[in-house]
């Protein structure tokens, strides 16, 4: 080869050929120069042998050349490692670089891990230049295959790392200098003709220089546990990869190491993984098995391997009885495997307490990370333990965090997403047989999520509760059984709390359990069944069952009185829940009673800042509403939100729940803008705290669409009602009123729309739903009878409309009185179908009745006097007096452009009938005023 050659060779073996090549000299001509065999030339050429010195010093000689023109292996220039990707398909296994050692065979039974293969090989070679390795850890608990996960990666990937793979076993540190010394011998690296003569420490010191070379390497550290070890083991420089196989999921990021967490096996790969060992199973009973085995793949190796000898005898039904009869840790199966692919031993409970043997109890963070462990199995299994949960059951200045740290360490538990922790059910099973004492630990986990449930109930928090409320469920059915007050007290806090996130039913289901415990405990007379029959009738009553809800309320209200008195804040409580009840009957004098006695008690007792008092003056705001009197409702309201905000600030529910309530008193007093903005702000408030689905979140929803229609922003006011259907139906189903209460204002917007045919089913729905729910003698049944009356009115249907106009009216009078606007609306719509009916004495007195009751009304409403005095207009038209007609319109026209703005159809409507009787155009259009 000529002097100054600047070609640059990534193997030995690619300088060979073109040197021999250079000297015009075939393989088998200077196998005879170097008295060698040809195979031996074609496995340097190859790549398959790593030249020794002696193979240089001879190949000096057969090319006429000074032995220091024979080009070193490990001193040549090399490129990164070129992987093929072959269209994503993992490479075969196949054939080692020369010189490598690793001891363990491909297992033919290797299921999944693709992923994470192609992960590594992607790491490996396209990071960093190769002057400087690469580190990746396969982590993990024990039992998941991360040594297999490393011989797969060998077998399949070793070939391309042409310094070869060397396999070095860290589980005991003594014998790592031994490990590190095997891999010069002449059948490996050749660093030296006489290397197993020299001394251990002269041998690993020659491994250490060759790993320091820039030739590309994969060295496998297998269960390296400790940080120091890598550190201490690892090349400071060269072309060396390292591939860490440990339990050990937390290393200091001063090393450099890439994660790789390994996970159980998906279902479909256990599936198949048992049907390698037991081709005879169904895909059901080996689903079977391995949801019985968590899918970790050691247990599914075991059982597999047991099956396949004991499983012409044994059914896969008995096998998992045998499971459940004798417990997993103790069935043979899982004790005393037989080939272990990696040979590790292939006993489970070993493996699992070579981690947790590992906890030092002599050290405090050991000490505690134990007992964290102990009290994360009490919790639902399979399920993320949130770390925050678990670092509230040691006392605050507990090293919670580092206690944590050491389980993820040990492999005892898995880092998840949102700073949460994964424990696997087979280590819970184990920790509960071998881990101390459970009762204690699971009095302790009980404690703290019942004292933390409640605080965030009654600071109306729900949010933290929610992240842990799988774990609360579990623990507070699991107590249940024990059937003790602490279970009862659990019961109670876990269904006020479901009662406040919107879930109903399980709310009930959970409170109707702890009443019957606490009456089998305490008897029908204790305060503590007060507070239970206080929470359930709130579930009544967000259910719809008012009835039921009252008689609750009342024998709470009873218990109380004669336990704590009159004057004291559980008996306003009584006296507030059951107000909001007789508020729904629509029994105003009762429910006036009882919301006054309850806010009189609470600004005695408790002054007017506190938060109860607040909810007290909220009450009494709706039913200031119900009654019509909606100035005070305002007032009220606002004192409401004042307090809220002064205690909470403007992100909690309590707030939103205000500014929800002033949205409402705005819309009815026609102040479109201003209810706008507050519901827009309880919208955004409840999304954040509660969440869309939030029975409240859809109620502010729907309520601004309310806001939008009568704006005359139909398009946008449909799509919020549907948006906010989509999801009550399937919470609530069809037949819930606040899902027929949405379908009620999807059909007034298409009644206004003039879209008729999809009015009409939405409308009848709605009216079969609150006749069920309300009764046919409530005033909220007279919202869907109007709606009817307006719709058969623009059909045509006159004799129809009168009759649901009718119903509607006699409701409203008899339950909300003459002066109510909802009365004086159904008035102005019945006057107006005698326009039309051309019964003109009777349209005169029912409009003139609305007129003067909008006058001498509580509160004034211009969007309805304007709605009256056009249907004036129109009767006054019919009979002829064009002069009166056209003054009452424009002066419907007026308050309209004032109040809706130039563009909105009541605005057009009246601008219409004006140009119409002045052009004595045809009879005017009426637009029905919303209610």
């Given at each position: 080869m000529a002097d100054g050659d600047n070609r640059l060779f990534p193997v030995f073996g690619d300088w060979l050929k073109a040197a021999r090549q250079d000297h015009h000299l075939s393989q088998k001509e200077l196998a005879g120069r170097m008295g060698y065999e040809i195979s031996l030339i074609r496995k340097v050429e190859g790549g398959q042998r790593q030249p020794s010195l002696a193979f240089r010093q001879r190949l000096a000689a057969a090319f006429n050349l000074p032995p220091t023109a024979i080009p070193d292996p490990t001193r040549l220039t090399f490129t990164n490692i070129h992987i093929p990707h072959n269209n994503g398909a993992l490479p075969e296994p196949g054939p080692l670089s020369a010189g490598s050692y690793l001891p363990l065979h491909p297992n033919p039974l290797f299921t999944g891990r693709a992923d994470l293969l192609h992960q590594l090989a992607y790491i490996f070679t396209t990071r960093r230049a190769v002057c400087v390795g690469q580190l990746a850890a396969a982590t993990g608990l024990g039992g998941i295959g991360k040594t297999q996960l490393a011989v797969e990666f060998a077998h399949r990937y070793g070939r391309f790392f042409p310094g070869g793979v060397f396999w070095l076993n860290f589980a005991d540190p003594a014998a790592i200098p031994a490990e590190i010394a095997r891999c010069g011998r002449v059948e490996h690296l050749h660093l030296d003709p006489q290397f197993d003569q020299l001394s251990q420490e002269r041998q690993v010191?020659?491994?250490?220089?060759?790993?320091?070379?820039?030739?590309?390497?994969?060295?496998?550290?297998?269960?390296?546990e400790e940080e120091a070890l890598l550190a201490q083991w690892r090349p400071a420089t060269g072309g060396c990869h390292i591939l860490i196989t440990s339990r050990c999921q937390r290393w200091d990021p001063v090393l450099g190491v890439t994660h790789l967490v390994l996970d159980v096996l998906s279902r479909p790969q256990s599936i198949f993984l048992l049907r390698q060992f037991v081709p005879t199973l169904t895909e059901a009973e080996a689903d079977a098995i391995a949801d019985a085995l968590g899918d970790l793949p050691l247990a599914l190796h075991l059982a597999g391997s047991y099956l396949s000898v004991d499983g012409a005898t044994l059914s896969s039904q008995a096998y998992l009885q045998q499971l459940h009869q004798q417990g997993r840790w103790h069935h043979p199966s899982l004790q005393n495997g037989r080939l272990s692919p990696t040979q590790h031993e292939n006993n489970l409970s070993h493996t699992f307490a070579l981690s947790l043997r590992r906890l030092d109890k002599a050290q405090p963070v050991d000490q505690l990370a134990l007992a964290l462990l102990r009290r994360a199995v009490c919790l639902a299994p399979g399920q993320p333990i949130p770390c925050n949960l678990l670092a509230a059951t040691a006392p605050p200045e507990a090293p919670t965090a580092a206690a944590l740290a050491r389980l993820e360490q040990l492999g005892l538990v898995t880092a998840g997403r949102n700073e949460n922790i994964r424990l696997h059910q087979l280590t819970a099973e184990f920790v509960q047989a071998y881990g101390g004492d459970h009762a204690e630990a699971a009095a302790v986990v009980a404690k703290t999520l019942l004292r933390l449930t409640e605080q965030g109930n009654v600071a109306r928090n729900l949010y933290p509760a929610r992240t842990w409320q799988v774990h609360l469920r579990y623990i507070t059915e699991t107590a249940l059984v024990q059937a003790d007050e602490?279970?009862?007290?659990?019961?109670?806090?876990?269904?006020?709390?479901?009662?406040?996130?919107?879930?109903?039913?399980?709310?009930?289901?959970?409170?109707?359990?702890?009443?019957?415990?606490?009456?089998?405990?305490?008897?029908?007379d204790h305060p503590d069944i007060a507070n239970t029959l206080d929470s359930l009738g709130r579930t009544w009553q967000s259910s719809s069952h008012w009835q039921k809800a009252r008689t609750c309320h009342e024998e709470a209200l009873a218990i109380r009185r004669r336990f704590y008195g009159e004057q004291h804040p559980l008996t306003a409580e009584s006296h507030t829940s059951l107000g909001l009840v007789y508020q729904t009957l629509a029994d105003s004098t009762m429910a006036r009673h009882h919301l006054q006695t309850g806010l009189s008690i609470r600004l005695a007792l408790l002054g007017p800042t506190h938060a109860d008092t607040g909810f007290s003056y909220h009450c009494l705001a709706l039913q200031d509403y119900a009654e019509g009197k909606y100035s005070q409702a305002i007032e009220k309201g606002e004192k409401a939100l004042q307090i809220a905000q002064t205690l909470y600030g403007d992100h909690h529910p309590d707030t939103a729940r205000s500014l929800n309530a002033l949205g409402i008193y705005h819309l009815r007093m026609g102040l479109y803008p201003q209810a706008r903005d507050y519901y827009e702000q309880a919208l955004e408030r409840r999304k954040q705290l509660l969440g869309l689905e939030h029975n409240d979140t859809l109620t502010t929803l729907t309520n601004l669409g309310g806001v939008l229609r009568e704006m005359g922003q139909f398009e946008a006011a449909q799509k919020l009602f549907e948006q906010g259907l989509a999801v009550q139906q399937v919470k609530f189903g069809p037949h819930h009123y606040t899902t027929a209460q949405n379908l009620h204002n999807l059909g007034a917007l298409w009644l206004e729309m003039g879209q008729y045919d999809q009015a009409l089913p939405h409308l009848e729905h709605t009216l079969n739903v609150y006749e069920l729910c309300f009764g046919v003698s409530h005033p909220n049944t007279a919202f869907p009878l109007t709606s009817l009356g307006l719709l058969h009115h623009r059909l045509g249907n006159y004799l129809v409309a009168q009759g649901y106009f009718e119903r509607a009216l006699a409701l409203r009078l008899e339950k909300l009185g003459e002066q109510h606007l909802y009365t004086i609306i159904t008035v102005t719509c019945l006057g107006d179908l005698w326009v039309d009916m051309e019964e003109f004495a009777a349209a005169a007195d029912c409009l003139s009745r609305a007129h003067t009751g909008l006058k001498q009304a509580p509160t004034p409403n211009a969007r309805v006097l304007a709605q009256t005095i056009q249907a004036q207009g129109r009767l006054k038209e019919a009979l002829g007096q064009i002069d009166l007609a056209q003054s009452l319109y424009a002066e419907a026209l007026a308050i309209r452009r004032q109040l809706l703005g130039p563009d909105h159809p009541h605005t057009r409507q009246s601008l219409q009938a004006v140009t119409h009787v002045q052009q004595g155009v045809g009879r005017t259009v009426y637009y029905s005023p919303r209610q």
């Amino acid at each position: 080869m000529a002097d100054g050659d600047n070609r640059l060779f990534p193997v030995f073996g690619d300088w060979l050929k073109a040197a021999r090549q250079d000297h015009h000299l075939s393989q088998k001509e200077l196998a005879g120069r170097m008295g060698y065999e040809i195979s031996l030339i074609r496995k340097v050429e190859g790549g398959q042998r790593q030249p020794s010195l002696a193979f240089r010093q001879r190949l000096a000689a057969a090319f006429n050349l000074p032995p220091t023109a024979i080009p070193d292996p490990t001193r040549l220039t090399f490129t990164n490692i070129h992987i093929p990707h072959n269209n994503g398909a993992l490479p075969e296994p196949g054939p080692l670089s020369a010189g490598s050692y690793l001891p363990l065979h491909p297992n033919p039974l290797f299921t999944g891990r693709a992923d994470l293969l192609h992960q590594l090989a992607y790491i490996f070679t396209t990071r960093r230049a190769v002057c400087v390795g690469q580190l990746a850890a396969a982590t993990g608990l024990g039992g998941i295959g991360k040594t297999q996960l490393a011989v797969e990666f060998a077998h399949r990937y070793g070939r391309f790392f042409p310094g070869g793979v060397f396999w070095l076993n860290f589980a005991d540190p003594a014998a790592i200098p031994a490990e590190i010394a095997r891999c010069g011998r002449v059948e490996h690296l050749h660093l030296d003709p006489q290397f197993d003569q020299l001394s251990q420490e002269r041998q690993v010191a020659l491994v250490q220089r060759a790993w320091q070379e820039a030739i590309p390497r994969l060295l496998i550290y297998d269960n390296c546990e400790e940080e120091a070890l890598l550190a201490q083991w690892r090349p400071a420089t060269g072309g060396c990869h390292i591939l860490i196989t440990s339990r050990c999921q937390r290393w200091d990021p001063v090393l450099g190491v890439t994660h790789l967490v390994l996970d159980v096996l998906s279902r479909p790969q256990s599936i198949f993984l048992l049907r390698q060992f037991v081709p005879t199973l169904t895909e059901a009973e080996a689903d079977a098995i391995a949801d019985a085995l968590g899918d970790l793949p050691l247990a599914l190796h075991l059982a597999g391997s047991y099956l396949s000898v004991d499983g012409a005898t044994l059914s896969s039904q008995a096998y998992l009885q045998q499971l459940h009869q004798q417990g997993r840790w103790h069935h043979p199966s899982l004790q005393n495997g037989r080939l272990s692919p990696t040979q590790h031993e292939n006993n489970l409970s070993h493996t699992f307490a070579l981690s947790l043997r590992r906890l030092d109890k002599a050290q405090p963070v050991d000490q505690l990370a134990l007992a964290l462990l102990r009290r994360a199995v009490c919790l639902a299994p399979g399920q993320p333990i949130p770390c925050n949960l678990l670092a509230a059951t040691a006392p605050p200045e507990a090293p919670t965090a580092a206690a944590l740290a050491r389980l993820e360490q040990l492999g005892l538990v898995t880092a998840g997403r949102n700073e949460n922790i994964r424990l696997h059910q087979l280590t819970a099973e184990f920790v509960q047989a071998y881990g101390g004492d459970h009762a204690e630990a699971a009095a302790v986990v009980a404690k703290t999520l019942l004292r933390l449930t409640e605080q965030g109930n009654v600071a109306r928090n729900l949010y933290p509760a929610r992240t842990w409320q799988v774990h609360l469920r579990y623990i507070t059915e699991t107590a249940l059984v024990q059937a003790d007050e602490a279970a009862a007290a659990l019961g109670q806090a876990l269904g006020w709390h479901l009662w406040l996130c919107g879930d109903y039913p399980e709310a009930h289901h959970f409170l109707e359990k702890t009443l019957t415990l606490r009456r089998h405990l305490l008897g029908d007379d204790h305060p503590d069944i007060a507070n239970t029959l206080d929470s359930l009738g709130r579930t009544w009553q967000s259910s719809s069952h008012w009835q039921k809800a009252r008689t609750c309320h009342e024998e709470a209200l009873a218990i109380r009185r004669r336990f704590y008195g009159e004057q004291h804040p559980l008996t306003a409580e009584s006296h507030t829940s059951l107000g909001l009840v007789y508020q729904t009957l629509a029994d105003s004098t009762m429910a006036r009673h009882h919301l006054q006695t309850g806010l009189s008690i609470r600004l005695a007792l408790l002054g007017p800042t506190h938060a109860d008092t607040g909810f007290s003056y909220h009450c009494l705001a709706l039913q200031d509403y119900a009654e019509g009197k909606y100035s005070q409702a305002i007032e009220k309201g606002e004192k409401a939100l004042q307090i809220a905000q002064t205690l909470y600030g403007d992100h909690h529910p309590d707030t939103a729940r205000s500014l929800n309530a002033l949205g409402i008193y705005h819309l009815r007093m026609g102040l479109y803008p201003q209810a706008r903005d507050y519901y827009e702000q309880a919208l955004e408030r409840r999304k954040q705290l509660l969440g869309l689905e939030h029975n409240d979140t859809l109620t502010t929803l729907t309520n601004l669409g309310g806001v939008l229609r009568e704006m005359g922003q139909f398009e946008a006011a449909q799509k919020l009602f549907e948006q906010g259907l989509a999801v009550q139906q399937v919470k609530f189903g069809p037949h819930h009123y606040t899902t027929a209460q949405n379908l009620h204002n999807l059909g007034a917007l298409w009644l206004e729309m003039g879209q008729y045919d999809q009015a009409l089913p939405h409308l009848e729905h709605t009216l079969n739903v609150y006749e069920l729910c309300f009764g046919v003698s409530h005033p909220n049944t007279a919202f869907p009878l109007t709606s009817l009356g307006l719709l058969h009115h623009r059909l045509g249907n006159y004799l129809v409309a009168q009759g649901y106009f009718e119903r509607a009216l006699a409701l409203r009078l008899e339950k909300l009185g003459e002066q109510h606007l909802y009365t004086i609306i159904t008035v102005t719509c019945l006057g107006d179908l005698w326009v039309d009916m051309e019964e003109f004495a009777a349209a005169a007195d029912c409009l003139s009745r609305a007129h003067t009751g909008l006058k001498q009304a509580p509160t004034p409403n211009a969007r309805v006097l304007a709605q009256t005095i056009q249907a004036q207009g129109r009767l006054k038209e019919a009979l002829g007096q064009i002069d009166l007609a056209q003054s009452l319109y424009a002066e419907a026209l007026a308050i309209r452009r004032q109040l809706l703005g130039p563009d909105h159809p009541h605005t057009r409507q009246s601008l219409q009938a004006v140009t119409h009787v002045q052009q004595g155009v045809g009879r005017t259009v009426y637009y029905s005023p919303r209610q």
